[in-house]
């Protein structure tokens, strides 16, 4: 039997806020990130985030080993055009041939899209891209696509690209922007592992913080970052203070991981510190 419900408000307002959030701790009805159209962190992060929750499920007795639901990729055609659409093949193996994408002409079919993706238990979770701050993407509609999948159990992660901070019920709300990747062990000169700044600015159940995250051989590993009035070196808590403020950020530091396109061909753009595009 699968997983059919999540914590609601109630639960998660009277649940301790004392434990940070770590990968690993499983999904929530909806969350959302913020992030800006003019690299592909967005949607990266919230492939990995979703991926971590869904491995991390817990499993009833008697449910299959492995679970063959669909996983349901939203996008409006603005998404499309500022980001590209997913790239199939480089996918994680266990989702590459589940996939099933949505091309929304308004912003209106994609919030009709993504209630009705998360209301099908045949699905194990749902992405959306929505760019700026559509007047249909409210609280009623924010609230509705949470008590959707409350109800139904199918997490979902909205992408809102170049978006504001606007009233929303979503459980947890991410502003993301690129990492410098580590380098690779053997070979120096390859690219790196995608990497991601993230700033947990509002969750029910966790206190803020910002993570740089990353991937490790399937797996989402964080590691804490310093908090703004610390200290802070190059990827602090303040890098982050535009997304989702209606502000774009790409500084040297934050350029997009090279390896990136492997997963999402149309997704990269690099550009120079004035903000020319040079390549992609």
Not at 58 to 77: I, S
Not at 111 to 121: D, K, M, N, P, Y
Not at 222 to 229: C, D, E, F, N, S
Request: aromatic share 6%; proline share 6%.
């Amino acid at each position: 039997m699968i997983h059919d419900a999540f914590d609601t408000a109630a639960d998660l307002t009277t649940a301790t806020h004392a434990q940070r959030w770590a990968p690993g701790l499983g999904a929530v009805a909806q969350s959302e990130i913020f992030a800006s159209s003019r690299e592909g962190s967005g949607v990266g992060a919230a492939l990995a985030l979703a991926l971590d929750a869904w491995r991390c499920r817990p499993r009833e007795e008697g449910e299959e080993a492995e679970d063959r639901r669909a996983v349901v990729w939203v996008q409006t055609r603005a998404a499309v055009k500022a980001g590209g659409r997913p790239f199939r093949a480089g996918l994680p193996p266990e989702i590459r041939n589940r996939l099933i994408h949505v091309l929304a002409e308004k912003d209106e079919d994609a919030l009709f899209a993504l209630e009705e993706a998360v209301r099908c238990r045949d699905v194990a979770f749902v992405i959306g891209e929505v760019v700026g701050s559509p007047r249909a993407l409210d609280f009623t509609a924010s609230r509705r696509l949470t008590l959707a999948a409350e109800k139904h159990g199918v997490p979902l992660t909205l992408v809102r690209l170049d978006g504001t901070r606007d009233l929303s019920s979503a459980r947890q709300r991410w502003a993301v922007n690129a990492a410098p990747s580590a380098r690779p062990k053997w070979n120096r000169a390859a690219p790196g592992a995608p990497a991601w700044q993230a700033e947990l600015f509002r969750a029910r159940s966790h206190p803020p913080g910002t993570w740089r995250l990353s991937e490790d051989g399937g797996r989402l590993l964080a590691t804490p970052l310093p908090v703004r009035g610390e200290d802070t070196q190059a990827g602090s808590r303040s890098d982050l203070a535009g997304v989702g403020e209606g502000r774009s950020i790409l500084s040297d530091a934050a350029a997009p991981s090279p390896s990136f396109a492997s997963s999402f061909g149309a997704s990269v753009a690099i550009l120079s510190a004035d903000g020319e595009r040079v390549l992609g």
